[in-house]
């Protein structure tokens, strides 16, 4: 985690360094030549965990009436099919998702939280919403 990953939304930072925990993790199993026995586990809590925050995100998005909400979801949805595929593959037996499963998971860091939620940040900001939101 950095701060430049930041949405300024603490909820959110919070929930994104527990996601970018899991990609740490990942990447300590791919380097440490140890994916193989926890990609699986960590694939299963970055789907469930990735589900509960996306949904967290989702709802703040239409309480507080944000204009991209739709563009937002579509993509949510398509980062847990994607992941949820990954995990068909890597259950399927492809044990070397790990790679890919990795350089996924950091081009979503860098594009959707750095771009996507950052904007929706800005947008929770400029409307004063505050933690208790």
Known sequence: WSD?????YQPIDEQH???????NDLHDA???????DVTGAILNGLID???T???????????????????HKKIHDEFVKQLLCMNE?????DKKISRELLWFLQDWL??????????FGT???????????
């Not at 593959?89 to 037996?93: H, I, L, R, W």
Request: charge should be positive; avoid cysteine.
């Open 123 to 133: 947008f929770l900001t400029k409307k004063g919403v505050k933690i208790a939101a």
């Open 17 to 23: 360094k527990i996601l970018v925990g899991y990609i």
């Open 89 to 93: 593959k890597y259950s399927s037996g």
């Open 53 to 71: 925050h996306f949904s967290f995100e989702e709802e703040l998005m239409e309480k507080h009436l944000y204009s991209d909400y739709r563009a």
């Open 49 to 51: 965990y990735t589900v």
């Open 110 to 119: 860098r594009n959707h939280i750095m771009v996507i939620d950052k904007k």
């Open 4 to 8: 430049q990953f930041s949405v300024t």
């Open 30 to 36: 791919v380097i440490s030549g140890k994916r193989i």
